[in-house]
């Protein structure tokens, strides 16, 4: 399994502002994808967070808006930017590529952020 | 693109009791994998069952089973003896293969356990 530590836990934030999520995981790993869950709602891949180049995003979202790092095999942030009330959901990072874990998905805890 | 379909938005049972959530997907794939995911009010989102379409034989965990029929793309999910700490949002998952954890999610059924 793999321990995946988000920060920060929750934020209110002003609208135009941007914020930057960090997720730390305890172990390297192949894979790091980051996933939005707006209120009341499913969970929507955001993109695909590359050790080392330009995370891949999914239809509907650009790297303006979530810009994505990913410096080394344990660590990634995503940053909200220019933030609108719309942006208020939480944000999800998950990790898969396990051994012994074939196909699955850990997650953190998330980050809840709200938009005034 | 592969979709996952929960049709329960809603379920409430008494403690004890078994229920059943349903999950129906759509893929074109032949070698797959199914989740059921649970997410309590803390947020974790935490892996009940997971089941490998190659494998014929359902999966079990303790009270947690499912009935997996390929042909009818159809997954779900019973809980036996329910118990207070069921209580939560579930979600069926879709993954497309090994080494690709891209996985599709359902809207999720949101179960309550009354005492």
């Known amino acids: 399994s793999a321990v995946i530590s988000q920060k920060p836990s929750r934020d209110i934030c002003q609208r135009g502002t941007?914020?930057?999520?960090?997720c730390q995981v305890d172990s390297q790993v192949t894979m790091m994808f980051w996933y939005r869950q707006q209120p009341g709602q499913s969970l929507t891949l955001i993109a695909t967070a590359n050790q080392g180049s330009e995370a891949t995003y999914e239809s509907g979202f650009v790297i303006d808006k979530f810009p994505i790092s990913r410096p080394n095999l344990t660590f990634s942030t995503l940053t909200v930017s220019n933030m609108s009330p719309e942006d208020s959901s939480i944000y999800l990072c998950s990790v898969g590529g396990i051994q012994g874990a074939a196909g699955e998905l850990f997650f953190g805890e998330g980050s809840r952020l709200t938009v005034l | 693109a592969q979709t996952v379909t929960q049709s329960q938005p809603e379920m409430s049972v008494q403690e004890a009791e078994t229920v059943t959530l349903s999950c129906t997907y759509d893929t074109s794939e032949s070698n797959y994998y199914l989740f059921w995911y649970k997410?309590?009010?803390?947020?974790?989102?935490?892996?009940?069952?997971?089941?490998?379409?190659?494998?014929?034989?359902?999966?079990?965990?303790?009270?947690?089973?499912?009935?997996?029929?390929?042909?009818?793309?159809?997954?779900?999910?019973?809980?036996?003896?329910?118990?207070?700490?069921?209580?939560?949002?579930?979600?069926?998952?879709?993954?497309?293969?090994?080494?690709?954890e891209k996985l599709t999610f359902g809207t999720g059924t949101r179960l309550t356990i009354i005492p």
């Open chain 1, 18 to 22: 941007s914020l930057t999520i960090q």
């Open chain 2, 39 to 100: 997410q309590p009010p803390s947020r974790q989102m935490i892996l009940v069952i997971r089941q490998e379409a190659y494998k014929q034989q359902n999966a079990t965990e303790n009270r947690f089973s499912v009935n997996f029929q390929k042909a009818a793309k159809s997954f779900s999910l019973k809980i036996s003896d329910s118990q207070l700490g069921d209580t939560a949002m579930y979600f069926c998952a879709f993954g497309p293969n090994f080494g690709n």
